[in-house]
Nanobody
Framework: QVQPVESGGGSVQAGGSLRLSCAASVDPDHRWCMGWFRQAPGKEREGVATINFNGITTYADSVKGRFTISKDNAKNTLTLQMNSLKPEDTAMYYC????????????????????WGQGTQVTVSS
């Protein structure tokens, strides 16, 4: 059973940085999509960034140039480096994985992802 575990959330002032990590042991023989999603109060869960088994990444327009997703296969770790944070980045951030999206693409909606972490809160104050 794949169980992602996030860490690294917290509170920061606008313009600051945070680094989120997600630990998940996965079968390297599968073509995993891995991604970060976020959900603010009263809003739907949205995709932030994804990375596929080949290291190809996608980003939401709102975070391009500020956030960077990466993975370390040897350490079974997914990372989201968040720079130049804005108050509108405040949300619960979730790590998600799926091994069946190779034909759809890792930029698929959140409801297509099978494995989810519990989330880590990110709060950005102005």
């Amino acid at each position: 059973q794949v169980q992602p575990v996030e860490s690294g959330g917290g509170s920061v002032q606008a313009g600051g940085s945070l680094r989120l990590s997600c630990a998940a042991s996965v079968d390297p023989d599968h073509r995993w999509c891995m991604g970060w999603f976020r959900q603010a109060p009263g809003k739907e869960r949205e995709g932030v960034a994804t990375i596929n088994f080949n290291g190809i990444t996608t980003y939401a327009d709102s975070v391009k140039g500020r956030f960077t997703i990466s993975k370390d296969n040897a350490k079974n770790t997914l990372t989201l480096q968040m720079n130049s944070l804005k108050p509108e980045d405040t949300a619960m951030y979730y790590c998600a994985l799926d091994a069946a999206l190779v034909w759809v693409g890792c930029g698929a909606p959140a409801n297509r992802y099978k494995y989810w972490g519990q989330g880590t809160q990110v709060t950005v104050s102005s």
